[in-house]
C-alpha cells in the first residue's frame, strides 16, 4: 500500500544535520532515477522552502543513496521534466473548450 500517503525521508547534510522530506514525485532521466522533495519541517513561508530534486544512486549492498545534483543543466532538464510531469496536464485543459 506504498500508493496511498505520503512517503518520507530522512536525510543528513555535510554538517550532520538531519531533515526530513515529502517524496512528491520519482522520474527516471538517461538512465538515473530523481525524487523531487519539498521540506517536511520547514513552514511555507520560510524564503529556503521549495522544491528539492535528489538523484537517487545504489551504495554498494543496492540500497539507496540520496545525491544532490550539482550540474546546472541536469538539474534544470529534471526541474523541467517533474514540472511537465506534476503540471502538464493542467496546462492542456486551460486550452480545453466548452
Given at each position: 500500500?506504498?500508493?496511498?500517503?505520503?512517503?518520507?525521508?530522512?536525510?543528513?547534510?555535510?554538517?550532520?544535520?538531519?531533515?526530513?522530506?515529502?517524496?512528491?514525485?520519482?522520474?527516471?532521466?538517461?538512465?538515473?532515477?530523481?525524487?523531487?522533495?519539498?521540506?517536511?519541517?520547514?513552514?511555507?513561508?520560510?524564503?529556503?522552502?521549495?522544491?528539492?530534486?535528489?538523484?537517487?544512486?545504489?551504495?554498494?549492498d543496492?540500497?539507496?543513496?540520496?545525491?544532490?545534483?550539482?550540474?546546472e543543466?541536469?538539474?534544470?532538464?529534471?526541474?523541467?521534466?517533474?514540472?511537465?510531469?506534476?503540471?502538464?496536464?493542467?496546462?492542456?485543459?486551460?486550452?480545453?473548450?466548452?
Open positions: 500500500m506504498d500508493d496511498y500517503g505520503s512517503n518520507f525521508i530522512t536525510i543528513e547534510d555535510e554538517e550532520g544535520n538531519e531533515f526530513e522530506l515529502e517524496q512528491l514525485d520519482t522520474l527516471e532521466h538517461d538512465g538515473s532515477e530523481y525524487g523531487l522533495f519539498l521540506p517536511a519541517d520547514m513552514d511555507e513561508e520560510d524564503p529556503d522552502y521549495g522544491y528539492i530534486i535528489l538523484r537517487v544512486d545504489a551504495d554498494d543496492g540500497g539507496d543513496v540520496y545525491c544532490s545534483v550539482d550540474e543543466d541536469e538539474l534544470v532538464s529534471v526541474y523541467d521534466l517533474f514540472m511537465e510531469q506534476l503540471f502538464g496536464d493542467e496546462d492542456n485543459d486551460e486550452g480545453g473548450g466548452e
